[in-house]
């Protein structure tokens, strides 16, 4: 299918907004919801993959709208790139730690699934800090409770969906669930830890190596 029929396909779209739409469902009948997504079919990349630009674009948002009376934040020294890895990489290592412990541990979901459960377990979060921002302007340094609680609401919310997610598509209990949320996290930790240690290694190679070019380059001209 070319690029042009692939955009004006109305079924197409079709089938991708009712995904979407599916995740106002996922948010409030979350048991049912995570098990039709996966294994119904329910769900859809391209709309997990819009939920996730959704969350980049709220942060950026966020970060450049939101009163300084809850943002301290100077918008013109903001990093955009470094904003939006500070979202991706901790999801992408998220995801892939998590399908890796659980695949060893009779986990039935894929990285498909689990990274389809956890974008979707977002959605609380872009849709209650987008009226937050606006909210942020209009409200008193008195009245700055009102606004946490719905920031923690939103963190919270999305928190417990990706516990109902991991639930469903791996089929555990909740304490086997947990368990691996925790194992998880420290999981991102050694990833983490190894990617750094990494890096490390090759700026100091690529230094090395430079700088016996220079050395070579300096005796021979």
């Known amino acids: 299918m070319s690029i042009v029929s692939s955009l004006t396909d109305k079924k197409r779209w079709g ?10 469902h996922v948010m409030t009948h979350p048991f049912d919801g995570f098990w039709d997504l996966t294994h119904e079919k329910r769900g859809s990349m391209g709309a997990a ?17 939101t009163s300084f009376l809850f943002n301290e934040v100077y918008w013109p020294s903001v990093n955009i790139v470094q904003q939006c890895l500070s979202v991706l990489l901790p999801l992408v290592i998220f995801v892939v730690g998590n399908w890796g412990l659980t695949t060893l541990f ?15 377990a977002l959605t609380p979060y872009v849709l209650l800090q987008l009226p937050m921002i606006v909210l942020s302007n209009a409200v008193t340094v008195d009245e700055a409770a009102f606004y946490n609680i719905l920031n923690t609401l939103s963190l919270l919310w999305s928190g ?5 997610g ?4 791996h089929d555990y209990g909740l304490a086997k669930t947990l368990l691996f949320i925790v194992m998880t ?3 991102m930790l050694i990833i983490i830890f190894l990617l750094l240690l990494f890096f490390t290694l090759v700026g100091d190679g690529v230094g090395y190596f430079t700088s016996i070019y220079k050395e070579i380059t300096f005796r021979l001209y």
């Open 15 to 24: 089938r991708l907004g009712a995904s979407l739409k599916y995740a106002l």
């Open 49 to 65: 993959n819009i939920i996730v630009f959704s969350v980049l674009v709220v942060r950026l948002l966020s970060l450049e709208h």
């Open 106 to 120: 009779e986990g039935k979901g894929t990285l498909k699934d689990v990274y389809m459960a956890t974008a979707y």
């Open 160 to 164: 417990g969906l990706i516990v109902c």
């Open 166 to 169: 991991m639930m469903m598509i």
């Open 185 to 187: 996290l420290l999981a």
